[in-house]
């Protein structure tokens, strides 16, 4: 299994970025996806996660700027970022809890990370 993740840069603080992770490989079901991130010197946090239902979440300090989607035929997630702000600055990773087959337990998966640059 395998997770690939796009779409980070550099932008101008209140400029967007929008961020996509497929998942591939020997997938039977995905429960949850999600985007977490890391700034230098901090640890990871959660960003926001949306569920197979569609139920999203996010961390407090980007609610109402940052929308989480997903495509379950592409195993696909999107993380559609606006009104940038430096403190946004991190290698943002996406996150998928799936099971490769049936009857076995839900693992999580990582992307690589992507880099997120918002200057002032």
């Known amino acids: 299994v395998q997770l690939q993740a796009s779409g980070g840069g550099l932008v101008q603080a209140g400029g967007s970025l929008k961020l996509s992770c497929v998942a591939s490989?020997?997938?039977?079901?995905?429960?949850?996806m999600g985007w977490y991130r890391q700034a230098p010197g901090k640890q990871r946090e959660l960003v926001a996660s949306i569920s197979s239902g569609g139920s999203t979440n996010y961390v407090d300090s980007v609610k109402g700027r940052f929308t989480i989607s997903r495509d379950n035929a592409k195993n696909t997630v999107s993380l559609q970022m606006n009104n940038l702000k430096p403190e946004d600055t991190a290698v943002y990773f996406c996150?998928?809890?799936?099971?490769?087959?049936?009857?076995?337990?839900?693992?999580?998966?990582w992307g690589q990370g992507t880099l997120v640059t918002v200057s002032s």
């Open positions: 490989g020997s997938i039977y079901s995905i429960n949850e």
């Open positions: 996150n998928a809890r799936l099971q490769t087959r049936r009857f076995i337990v839900y693992d999580n998966y």
